[in-house]
């Protein structure tokens, strides 16, 4: 059994900085690609950033220059958000890749303006 946990949510105010952390654990060999994604209300869920086991990372549109995406270790990646907006507000969630597919619980990030 894989879990998929993450942390770093919360509240800041417009031009603030979060960083959200996933680590994923179990019976995991070899893990591929980790993302985080974000849904906001009233949207679908969308990408904003992944990367892959050789450290190739893609980022939405939306957040290139204000968020990185890095890999601490085999199975743990951190997403550092600066300059975050209102429109940043949703529920992030992590995706972990192998030979399966896992998402984390998600975990809340409120921008106010």
């Known amino acids: 059994q894989v879990q998929v946990e993450e942390s770093g949510g919360g509240t800041v105010q417009s031009g603030g900085s979060l960083r959200l952390t996933c680590t994923a654990s179990g019976t995991i060999f070899s893990v591929d690609d980790m993302g985080w994604y974000r849904q906001a209300p009233g949207k679908e869920r969308e990408l904003v950033a992944s990367i892959s086991r050789s450290l190739t990372a893609q980022y939405a549109d939306s957040v ?44 809340l990030v409120t921008v106010s303006s």
């Open 64 to 107: 290139k220059g204000r968020f990185t995406i890095s890999r601490d270790n085999a199975k743990s990646v951190t997403l550092q958000m600066n300059s975050l907006k209102p429109e940043d507000t949703a529920v992030y969630y992590c995706n972990v890749l192998w030979t399966h597919n896992a998402w984390g619980q998600g975990t």
